[in-house]
Every structure is written in C-alpha cells, then in structure tokens.
C-alpha cells in the first residue's frame, strides 16, 4: 500500500495553488465565452461588409460592361439597349413578384 498522508494539514496545503488554478480556468473559460466570439462576429462583419461593396462595385461595372456591349452591337442609340434591358428586367421582376404572391398565399 502506497503511504499516503491524507491529515487535513497534508491535503489542503495547496490549497492556494488549486485556487489560483481554479481562478485562471474561470477566467480562461470566460474569456473563450465572450472576447473570442466578439473578435469573430467582428471578423464576420468586416469582411461581410467588404464584400458587400466589393460585390455592388462588380454589379455597376459589369452593368457598364453590358451596356457599353449591346450598344456597340445593337442598331439605334444607347436608349434601344436601356429599353431592352428595361423590358427585360421588368419581365423578371413581375415573374419574381407573381411567384412571391402565390408563396403567401399557400403558406396561409
């Protein structure tokens, strides 16, 4: 058998040790719960919000591109070309607004 003391003055003699254990898990613990969650909610928003106007930059661009394109492409002047792109995004648009109505609908 193993000769161990287990007097009260033997087994709580670290007992300043296990505290400032216990203190630092709490704090670590703590610590992961809160400031690492908010470092990447923020990552997340920084980098959503870069995105977001990396993208709307593209979409003007490529809508440039498009119109620039069709115009050199399409008899008449540049109204021809914003007439069918507006016609065709309003086809699309009512097709989109139809499909919304008949969703709320069902969902009643």
Do not use: C
């Not at 058998?1 to 709490?26: C, F, K, N, S, Y």
């Not at 050199?72 to 009512?94: A, M, N, Q, R």
């Amino acid at each position: 058998m193993a000769d161990v003391d287990t007097t009260p003055a033997r087994v709580h003699d670290d007992w300043a040790g296990q505290t400032a254990d216990t203190i630092e898990r709490l704090v670590e613990t703590v610590r992961s719960n809160t400031s690492d969650r908010l470092v990447s909610l923020a990552r997340l928003v920084v980098f959503g919000l870069l995105a977001a106007m990396l993208a709307t930059a593209a979409l003007v661009l490529l809508a440039i591109l498009v119109v620039r394109l069709l115009d050199s492409y399409l008899p008449g002047g540049v109204w021809v070309v914003y007439l069918l792109l507006g016609g065709i995004f309003t086809v699309v648009g009512l097709y989109l607004w139809t499909r919304a109505w008949k969703r709320s609908t069902r969902d009643r």
